[in-house]
């Protein structure tokens, strides 16, 4: 029987059979936090999007901001 170890990106999941390229992909993704959320009113929303926002800003610890959608 063979033993393998294999070593998982904590922010992706991707799997890689080296240590130093699995902390090598870590390193790449960006840490990021909520700066704003931009929600719908309650009465507007429909069943899918209750609670959830329509858009979020979101910056990183080197000060880039990205904005995600939902559609």
Do not use: Q
Request: net charge positive; with cysteine.
């Amino acid at each position: 029987m063979k033993i393998k170890t294999m070593y998982t990106c904590e922010v992706c999941g991707t799997n890689y059979e080296d240590k130093n390229k699995a902390e090598g992909c870590e390193k790449t993704h960006k840490v990021v936090e909520i700066e704003r959320a931009e929600y719908l009113p309650y009465n507007s929303c429909n069943n899918d999007l209750k609670g959830f926002p329509l858009r979020i800003w979101v910056r990183a610890k080197d000060g880039t901001c990205a904005v995600y959608k939902k559609w």
